[in-house]
């Protein structure tokens, strides 16, 4: 059983910047960040993978978004540039043994972290 601790969730205006972390209690193959707005679905944001350091981003995070890993650590990062009001939700941090349903399907996640609130005031 991994355990998944969140921080970093914060307040901020349009066009500033948050860096979510999530820890680790064990080994995975992936992690990912999802959000969810209440009464929308978890929409994938970011995903690496820990042997080849492969990321993938969704459209919409892309070129402002970057994630990382720290091995040793077992801390996986989102740092979140030019954030735009419509970021606002909550963030979930995601992690996986095998990953076999897509980077952007939470079914390749076992594991989930308790969510951080980021808000973006415009």
């Known amino acids: 059983q991994v355990q998944l601790v969140e921080s970093g969730g914060d307040s901020v205006q349009a066009g500033g910047a948050l860096r979510l972390s999530c820890a680790a209690s064990?080994?995975?193959?992936?992690m990912g960040w999802f959000r969810q707005a209440p009464g929308k679905e978890r929409e994938a944001v970011a995903t690496?993978?820990?042997?080849?350091?492969?990321?993938r981003y969704a459209d919409s995070v892309k070129g402002r978004f970057t994630i990382s890993r720290d091995n040793v650590k077992n801390t996986m990062y989102l740092q979140m540039n030019s954030l735009k009001p419509e970021d606002t939700t909550m963030y979930y941090c995601?992690?996986?043994?095998?990953?076999?349903?897509?980077?952007?399907?939470?079914?390749?996640?076992?594991?989930w972290g308790q969510g951080n609130q980021v808000t973006v005031s415009s």
């Open positions: 064990g080994n995975t193959n992936c």
């Open positions: 690496i993978y820990q042997a080849s350091g492969n990321t």
């Open positions: 995601a992690a996986g043994i095998y990953c076999v349903y897509g980077w952007n399907s939470a079914r390749s996640y076992g594991y």
